[in-house]
Every structure is written in C-alpha cells, then in structure tokens.
C-alpha cells in the first residue's frame, strides 16, 4: 500500500521545523511569506535558496549591530544631519564623514576631540562611535575617571588583568571627559600602561576640555604626561572644537547672579 504524500501545509510545518532546530530563527518566521512569493512569481529554486539565505544573514547581521551597540553603552547618538557645523568654523563636515568611515581604526590611529565645554566633542565622538559599530567594529565608551578607578579598584579583588582587557580588548575605546580633574600617581600608572597596550594596536577616541598646552598639569609628573601624551598623538587626527557653546539655561529665578 502506497504512503500518501504529505500535504503541502505539513510539508511547510516540517521545514519550519528544521529550520528551527538549525536555529534559523529568520528563516522559520519568514519561510511562508518567501515561499507564497516565490510560487506566485515562479521564483527558480537557486534564486529561492540565495533569498532565504540572504533573510537569515540580514537579520543575523542586524541582531549583531544592536548587541554590539548596547554592549558600546554609547547611549542615544543623534544624527549627525542636526548637528550645526556653522557655528563650529573649525571643524569640518566632510572630515567627519570621513572618520565615520572607520578607517583610522584599520590604521589604529586615534582621534583627539579638544574645545571647551558644551561644543559638541562627545557628540561627534558618538557619531563617529556608533558608525563603528554598524560597521562592525567592537567598542566601548567610558567616563575617563571611571574607568581609571575601576582599573584601580580591580587590584583589591584580584581582577586586575581581566579590567585591563576589558578597555583594552574593543577596536574602539572612546574616553571622554579626559583631564576633568588631574590624575593622581595611580591614575598616572593606569593610565600609560592602558595608552601602550592600545598603541598601534587599537584605537582611541578622547574627548577633552583642555588643550595640549595645559595637558602637562594633570599628571603628577612632567615625564608620565611626556610618555602617555607621545603615544595618544602619534599620527592622531586632532579635531579643535571652537565657537559659543549649545548649552543654555532653561529658567532662572530669583536675582542675577554676578559673573
């Protein structure tokens, strides 16, 4: 006696299946919709199999680019069309748009972000961070001095090695508010030995609101800024933010304070 011949609706569950056990989350939602398609456009079977295929890889793709974003905690970066270039005479549009080609971290090479306060440094080092990402590229953005006491705090547990490689270890490390307050002896140490071991080997975004000329007063010795300093510049692209800062003041009560 003859098996009959499963239905077509069977044989559809029976894919979906496989390609669930396969783990082909993409191809199990879409295979009815590409498979419908395909019958009603009489699709050719290779042209049907390169589709489902390019599904799976373009959805594998986008989960990757939002983990790696979230693991960048680079937060909410807003479009660089917004950003008002005009009142930046400094700093040129087409040059960021370069960086945001990502090639200075192929070359591990490191941008300097330098201006004061309220002109759009870290902004632009979250732009250029977040095209990192959606090219593929690990990173991770961090609060200079936090990551400095976590690299000292790490001696006390015994986890000194693993937070060394944790800043170390991403294509991109972005350190903002670099120079906020000076750097202490140990602050000094951690932080020439984490600029080496990136040096030539991965690339640093550092956004500061003090210049080069004024770098030398954060370290507790001339020598430690001359070392560090050597290595974070060192074939750098430098970006001088100049112009009137975006921050104001919402409401002020009470008596104007005096300057």
Known sequence: MKQAKPSAASALQNAISLAESLKLNSVSELLPEILNRAQQQNISYTRLVSEILKKELDARLEKRVVRSLKRSKIGTVEDLDTFDFSIRPQLHQHIIRELCECRFIEEKRN???????????????????????????????????????????????????????????????????????????????????????????????????????????????????AATVDRLVDQATILRFTGKSCRTVDKVYGAKLED
Not at 125 to 131: D, G, L, N, P, S
Not at 153 to 166: I, L, V
Request: hydrophobic residues 40%; charged residues 20%.
């Open 111 to 225: 941008i300097l972000c330098l201006g004061k306060p309220g002109l759009g440094k870290s902004r632009i080092a979250k732009t250029i961070a977040r095209a990192a990402c959606l090219a593929g590229y690990s990173v991770l953005f961090v609060n200079t001095a936090k990551m400095l006491e976590d690299i000292h705090d790490s001696n006390a547990d015994g986890t000194y090695t693993k937070a060394m490689q944790r800043y170390t270890k991403p294509s991109l490390l972005v350190a903002d508010e670099f120079g906020y307050e000076p750097f202490d002896k140990n602050a000094n140490k951690y932080l020439f030995r984490l600029v080496s071991a990136r040096h030539k080997t991965g690339s640093i975004i550092l956004t500061s609101n003090t210049g080069f000329s004024r770098w030398k007063t954060l370290f507790s010795t001339e020598a430690a800024a």
